[in-house]
């Protein structure tokens, strides 16, 4: 390659998740192609993130206000609490716009195999939240994964001293998806969650 | 979205190319992730790529110094001139390893319906290049599209004065391709450019 500079952006750029080599390189000949000012904003931008997003010493959302602005909307409801594996599920769930309760992000879910064991996650703050007693259901939407199913079973034994109910979000076919190519585990999921119609 | 700062960022990144909104939102989050200092190092060399990375004012090729390496290399061949559309294709091509003459980039390909006329490439330095008289052969590297061969037929035309070696590289099957997917056009090129084995 020509310039140091260049290669260096394109090594850097190949770190971030789903940018392979190819897409490393025609991101940057594509700033190259930009305005200096208009690389400098985004790069201004990227340390802004950095600089002003913090988590939410409640619910561990990002924030750039203290607690963050679900916890502070006095709007929504405080009596409910869904417990996320990772903040991008939050956001997934505020994108419906159909949840008006609280949240708490776990940061993780329980991976033997990964070494990630349930200290190294934030329940033991979940479990302080419970202790205020305002909380009269915890929602579980941990990822319908192993993991995310044995960190659903860890928190529901942990929630059994709390009077509390606990639900869990229902595991079933995706709408729009094809019954046909469905795997066997979410079918039959599908089937044991079936509802009066 | 919770954070202004982070809205601004995934719009930001959402206008690179093949960054969609999902895209910009998880290299958002992953970001979030990074030490700040590793964000800041990301967001510096997109800067520095800007200020120092310019064109060389001879071939158009990406420079730090002036003229690129390529051209200030005196064990390459300079009596040949590789005319190629983009500044990729040039990458393409020294990422082979193969071709040791030096390079024309005519930044776009002869496009009526874009706009873009014969005027608007970097056509005159090429022939500036030529009257210099050092050159003996330019191998047309356009592109294999309709506006690469509309390019390659514009400049065979202006080259005809001058006493050099016209050639354009092979149109034909890619290798490792499927002889029965491949495209009339593709095929009927391959069939015209065969060779004697």
Redesign the interface.
């Given at each position: 390659?020509?310039?140091?500079?260049?290669e260096?952006?394109i090594v850097?750029?190949n770190r971030?998740?789903?940018?392979g080599a190819k897409?490393a390189?025609?991101?940057?000949?594509?700033?190259?192609t930009?305005d200096?000012d208009e690389?400098?904003?985004?790069?201004?931008?990227?340390?802004?993130?950095?600089?002003?997003?913090r988590r939410c010493s409640i619910c561990f959302?990002?924030?750039?206000i203290e607690p963050?602005?679900?916890c502070s909307d006095t709007r929504r409801d405080r009596s409910s609490v869904m417990v996320i594996d990772f903040?991008?599920d939050l956001?997934a769930f505020?994108r419906t716009g159909l949840y008006r309760g609280l949240y708490h992000v776990l940061d993780g879910r329980i991976s033997p195999l990964d070494g990630i064991g349930p200290e190294d996650l934030n329940i033991s703050q979940l479990l302080h939240r419970l202790r205020q007693g305002e909380i009269r259901e915890v929602i579980l939407a941990n990822g319908p994964t192993v993991e995310g199913d044995a960190t659903a079973q860890y928190l529901s034994q942990c929630l059994t001293p709390f009077e509390v109910s606990v639900t869990q979000i229902a595991r079933g076919l995706p709408v729009g998806s094809d019954l046909a190519l469905a795997d066997q585990v979410t079918l039959s999921r599908a089937l044991e969650g079936r509802r009066e119609y």
């Open positions: 390659m020509a310039s140091e500079a260049i260096k952006l850097a750029l971030l998740p789903g940018i897409s390189r025609r991101l940057t000949l594509e700033m190259l930009w200096t690389v400098r904003e985004l790069a201004d931008l990227m340390v802004d993130v950095k600089t002003r997003v959302n990002l924030t750039e963050c602005s679900v903040i991008g956001l505020e």
